[in-house]
């Protein structure tokens, strides 16, 4: 199929794998400018939320719908995704949610509002340098001052072994003929031969090797907009701060909140290493040597500055905490970048305890009777370090959450109108303002009876009747009688700890 003129190398004749990130949330993003002791954005008065390169608008809507406050406004050139995002506001009755067709290149010129916070995930690396300078001049004239921008890319050194591979598909797929989907399948192919056959570079880049081997399960769909692009651009953290830096914005952390906390995300010899850098480019860009990063979730900010130590303790105090997974899933120990670490029972316990109960600002979890043994100082350090394992996270206010329970309650109607597909479910959380992921089976549950026999034919019948397939260690599950058992393994959890969990977090009533 011959590329439109307006694709300007972009994949388009493709559909646009959806996708959720919770790292888009406004909310989250906030929390990194708290913890980097900025002064945040004050959302209580409202805001405008900006999402570049939105794909089919699920993340927009979502966001909208469990944040009333902001209007969100979501951008793309492609009218097949707007038109798609449009529909879901309507039938979501998203109201504060509006999409613009529209290029980078109008993007200056266009009468939108200044924004609060801009966003972009997976355009950086798959658009020309020239898309790139018209994103930080976007930016440069609509960011706010004070205002946020979450941007992830593909990086280096990571990457590096990859790009020569990835130019060698792409060859061979222009090469060709037939569809783009064939011609994609076609060039892993013969690339897996030579790697087969004993090619010296697969040899000298395993890394390379184990990426070659990912694709062959991996969605042609997805492959297609991920590598087949014409624009596939690896970038050094300095060069994007470089970017950034010509919309008068700095980097101030990661949207993946670990990265932000270098006893976890380094090895101690490393974290040495750095004591003596001055420039926060270059030690971003030793942490990417360090960990070999392939790929960033970074945090800008437009001039906000730094915030006095009271108004950052009133700031904290204010901040809602939740907690990420059922209690039962919250695990002191964890294998991260920088080793095993195991944190300590007597200090990290309480909190997830008491944030068990409900979500809790941290002044209310600071009063709470888990918390006798712990002062303010302790608690800050247990709060963060288990938003860092991915136990706890920001929450919204607990001021405006009936209205936002509406919203999500209509946007969640909508989507769980949808067919069933084998593919995680993605609710909208009153409490999180962001989304929470629902398995197939967790699906299939939510309406069942609550006798856990009668729950698993139920839900049985219903995964029978939608054509949808479960998966085992990355197989299809085509026995009845070991979809059953799967099912019916997952039912007692579902019941005891994920149905309450969902209800605290309000994705269910």
Not at 294 to 299: A, E, H, M, N
Not at 466 to 491: C, N, P, Y
Request: glycine residues 8%; neutral net charge.
């Amino acid at each position: 199929m011959t590329e439109p003129s307006w694709a300007e190398g972009y994949v388009v004749d493709i559909d646009y794998t959806d996708g959720y990130y919770r790292e888009l949330a406004p909310e989250g993003l906030r929390f990194v400018a708290l913890l980097a002791g900025l002064q945040a954005a004050d959302a209580s008065q409202g805001f405008n939320y900006c999402e570049l390169g939105c794909g089919n608008g699920r993340s927009v809507v979502l966001h909208a719908a469990a944040d009333p406050r902001g209007k969100f406004y979501g951008i793309d050139f492609n009218p097949t995704h707007i038109h798609n995002a449009r529909k879901l506001a309507q039938d979501s009755a998203t109201a504060n949610a509006v999409f613009l067709e529209k290029s980078f290149a109008e993007l200056s010129g266009s009468d939108l509002p200044e924004m609060d916070f801009i966003t972009l995930h997976g355009v950086h690396s798959w658009i020309s340098d020239e898309h790139r300078l018209q994103i930080a001049d976007f930016i440069r004239v609509k960011l706010r001052p004070g205002g946020l921008v979450y941007v992830s890319y593909n990086c280096l050194p990571g990457l590096a072994p990859v790009d020569p591979m990835r130019r060698l598909l792409v060859r061979h797929a222009a090469l060709g003929g037939g569809d783009l989907i064939g011609r994609i399948r076609g060039a892993i192919d013969f690339v897996t031969r030579l790697e087969q056959a004993g090619a010296d570079y697969f040899q000298a880049n395993p890394i390379a090797k184990l990426r070659l081997a990912s694709l062959r399960d991996q969605n042609p769909g997805y492959l297609a907009h991920e590598y087949f692009n014409e624009n596939w651009s690896p970038a050094y953290h300095a060069d994007v701060c470089a970017e950034m830096a010509a919309a008068k914005a700095s980097y101030i952390g990661s949207a993946n909140v670990i990265d932000n906390f270098d006893q976890f995300s380094l090895k101690p010899g490393v974290a040495a290493l750095l004591a003596g850098i001055g420039d926060r480019a270059m030690v971003e860009t030793v942490k990417d040597f360090a960990r070999n990063m392939g790929f960033r979730r970074d945090v800008f900010a437009r001039g906000a500055p730094k915030a006095a130590l009271s108004d950052l303790e009133s700031t904290l105090g204010r901040q809602r905490f939740s907690l990420a997974r059922p209690r039962a899933l919250c695990h002191l120990g964890a294998k991260v970048p920088a080793g095993e670490v195991t944190l300590q029972k007597e200090a990290h316990a309480p909190v997830l305890n008491a944030l068990a109960r409900t979500p809790m600002t941290f002044d209310e979890l600071a009063g709470a009777p888990e918390m006798a043994d712990l002062d303010r100082l302790k608690l800050r350090q247990a709060i963060f370090a288990l938003a860092a394992l991915g136990n706890v996270m920001p929450a919204l206010p607990a001021a405006g959450e009936i209205e936002r329970r509406a919203s999500t309650a209509r946007y969640n109607k909508a989507v769980l109108a949808g067919p069933i597909t084998g593919g995680n479910l993605i609710l909208a959380s009153p409490v999180w303002g962001c989304g929470v992921p629902l398995n197939l089976i967790d699906r299939l549950l939510l309406n069942a009876p609550r006798n856990h026999a009668d729950a698993v034919e139920f839900a049985l019948k219903a995964y029978l009747n939608s054509g949808a397939r479960l998966r085992k260690k990355d197989k299809a599950v085509d026995s009845t009688q070991e979809a059953r058992a799967m099912i019916d393994e997952r039912t007692a959890y579902f019941f005891s700890d994920l149905l309450p969990f969902f209800r605290q977090v309000g994705v269910v009533e």
